[in-house]
Each structure stands twice: as structure tokens, then as C-alpha cells.
């Protein structure tokens, strides 16, 4: 099993920067990838960021070149950051934490984003 807490939500200002950390602990010898997902309002569940083991990354089109996703691998957790930089009231949602790997595939609570305008 893996255990995910994230932090890092809040209200921000258009223009301005957050950054999401999620720290996975447990079974994280297992895990391949890990990202973040997002939810607005009477909206679909959509892909931000992933990150592979090896460090590749994927980025949504919308957030290219705002978002920047890492994560730092320490002996008994594994965190992953979404640095968020340049929001727009568009990225308001609920941020989630996913981590997959083989045989394993968990989310976190998620952490409410709120960027006015």
C-alpha cells in the first residue's frame, strides 16, 4: 500500500505561484509514475503533470511552460512538487496526487486551488 499527503493549496491572486508537494510513503519501491490531476467545477477530471522513475514528464497543453512537475526520491518517501507559476482563474480546481505502478494505482484526497482574477 502507499500513503499520499498533499499540501500546498490555497488562494492565490492571477499572476501568481503555488507549489503542491506530495509525499507517497509505504510501498514506493513499486511506483512508476507520479502526477497531478485536477477537477474543476462541473468538469471532467484532467491530466496536469506526470513524472516517470527515470524523470521524464508530460504536461498538459494548457500548462506548458507555467507548470513544472519534479519530485525527489528519499530513502523511505517519495515527493512529488507541481510548481505553479503564472495562474490564471482558468486553474482553479481540485488539485489530486495519483501514483501508479505495478499493481497499484493510488489518489490522494486532493488540495483546493483557487486563483482569482
Known amino acids: 500500500q502507499v500513503q499520499l499527503v498533499e499540501s500546498g493549496g490555497g488562494l492565490v491572486q492571477a499572476g501568481g505561484s503555488l507549489r503542491l508537494s506530495c509525499a507517497a510513503s509505504?510501498?514506493?519501491?513499486?511506483?512508476?509514475?507520479m502526477g497531478w490531476y485536477r477537477q474543476a467545477p462541473g468538469k471532467q477530471r484532467e491530466l496536469v503533470a506526470t513524472i516517470t522513475t527515470g524523470g521524464s514528464t508530460n504536461y498538459a497543453d494548457s500548462v506548458k511552460g507555467r507548470f513544472t512537475i519534479s519530485r525527489d526520491n528519499a530513502k523511505s518517501t517519495v515527493t512529488v512538487y507541481l510548481q505553479m507559476n503564472s495562474l490564471k482563474p482558468e486553474d482553479t480546481a481540485v488539485y489530486y496526487c495519483?501514483?501508479?505502478?505495478?499493481?497499484?494505482?493510488?489518489w490522494g484526497k486532493g488540495t483546493l486551488v483557487t486563483v482569482s482574477s
Open positions: 509505504g510501498s514506493i519501491f513499486s511506483i512508476n509514475v
Open positions: 495519483n501514483v501508479r505502478g505495478y499493481a497499484l494505482d493510488y
